[in-house]
């Protein structure tokens, strides 16, 4: 999507809040700026499902559904689907995220490099948020229960939007 036609839907105006989150509404901005220096916001993936994963390398449930969504995805990438992953790790701790994102099939960066405000101060992890083919929230992971990735999960909330 280009940025023009991006402005024109309202994807830069003011940021939303966590609190603002409602399934079904546009789904906040993010922009993950990658391991390797990209960035990549969003807008740019209209017509993809897109799951924004929020984790970090002490995080014990994080390292559990990682894999689960490495595989999830790369069987799944032919149909559109996109995984963005934000690490909460600090900039000393890169080395170990590395080790990480060297295994993962998706796209890692630090959220201290990125950009993710509409989705609230991230508190509890693992936090996933899904966002459908329109840019549209399906799944806010601040309601989720049990908010970790299990097949039975991504079944039931990924699989109806691709």
Request: aromatic share 8%; glycine share 8%.
């Amino acid at each position: 999507m280009s940025a023009a036609l991006a402005a024109e839907m309202g994807w830069h105006g003011s940021p939303a809040k966590a609190n603002e989150l409602r399934i079904g509404a546009r789904a906040p901005t993010a922009s993950l700026v990658t391991l390797e220096g990209d960035r990549i916001s969003t807008p740019d993936l209209i017509g993809q499902v897109v799951i924004l994963t929020f984790w970090a390398t002490w995080c014990v449930p994080c390292r559990e559904e990682l894999p689960l969504l490495s595989s999830y995805t790369e069987r799944h990438a032919a149909s559109g689907l996109r995984v963005l992953g934000f690490s909460l790790d600090t900039p000393e701790s890169l080395r170990d995220v590395r080790q990480v994102a060297h295994t993962l099939g998706f796209p890692v960066g630090l959220l201290a490099n990125s950009s993710a405000p509409g989705y609230g101060r991230i508190w509890r992890l693992p936090v996933n948020f899904t966002i459908d083919r329109a840019g549209r929230l399906a799944d806010d992971g601040w309601k989720d229960k049990k908010p970790t990735w299990t097949p039975e999960r991504l079944e039931r909330v990924v699989s109806p939007l691709l």
